[in-house]
């Protein structure tokens, strides 16, 4: 049981390339959340899920992309990379159940060059 | 959703009872309070949850007034690796999967 599982680890892009940021889940669980967090500071929110084929805007969506084809998968897509998405990425998932917390991956750190 | 207030920083040593208190006074009849725990490069991790009084599991309690405008998460004789970044998430009960935002979070360094 590997809960939630993100690829890459590390990942070095050049500004203007795109890439596609890897979230899967063996929790069965409905809702899944993507947040950065720059160095030394918080987590912000990008996008988030509430079932397969629904996604919202979070508080920072501008430059990224994502889709929900089924429960399991939520990938992320970085389309022209710039040097301000240099951050540490982190896919969150969270049950059903009332009040069900967060359960996070373990993260991708990700450097635009 | 409510928005979150906590101290950015604070500074313990080892054996003491850290408080980390957070604010968030427009939190909502249907809002649970959540605290994880950060290391670095790791993804937050589930503390404790509580919607009013106190509530205690083996590694911390957390403290809810009765107005419910702040809450208190209480690690007791804390040691060096509970040096990380802790944060307070307000959420709604009846609407799982909302736009959970969470706050600036408290970074605790316990020192020997």
């Known amino acids: 049981n590997a809960g939630v599982t993100q690829t890459p680890k590390f990942r070095i892009l050049k500004i203007g390339q795109s890439m596609t940021l890897q979230c899967t889940q063996d929790?069965?669980?409905?809702?899944m959340y993507w947040y950065r967090q720059d160095p030394g500071m918080g987590l912000k929110l990008i996008y988030y899920?509430?079932?397969?084929?629904?996604?919202d805007k979070g508080e920072v969506p501008n430059g990224y992309n994502v889709s929900r084809s089924t429960t399991e998968d939520f990938p992320l897509r970085l389309e022209l990379a710039a040097p301000s998405q240099t951050s540490v990425y982190f896919c969150?998932?969270?049950?059903?159940?009332?009040?069900?917390?967060?359960?996070f991956g373990n993260g991708t750190r990700l450097t635009v060059t | 959703l409510a928005k979150t207030t906590q101290p950015i920083s604070m500074d313990s040593y080892e054996g003491q009872e850290v408080n980390i208190t957070c604010s968030h006074n427009?939190?909502?009849?249907?809002?649970?309070i959540t605290w994880y725990q950060q290391f670095p490069s790791q993804g937050p991790r589930f503390i404790i949850q509580?919607?009013?009084t106190k509530v205690t599991n083996e590694v911390a309690s957390l403290f809810i007034p009765a107005d419910r405008k702040s809450s208190t998460l209480s690690l007791p004789r804390v040691s060096l690796s509970d040096t990380a970044v802790y944060y307070c998430?307000?959420?709604?009960?009846?609407?799982?999967?909302?736009?959970?935002?969470f706050g600036q979070g408290t970074e605790l360094s316990v020192k020997p």
């Open positions: 969150a998932v969270q049950g059903a159940s009332p009040a069900s917390p967060l359960h």
């Open positions: 929790m069965n669980h409905n809702y």
């Open positions: 899920s509430v079932g397969a084929g629904i996604t």
């Open positions: 427009n939190i909502a009849t249907n809002d649970y």
């Open positions: 509580g919607y009013k």
């Open positions: 998430l307000v959420g709604d009960m009846d609407n799982q999967g909302g736009k959970l935002i």
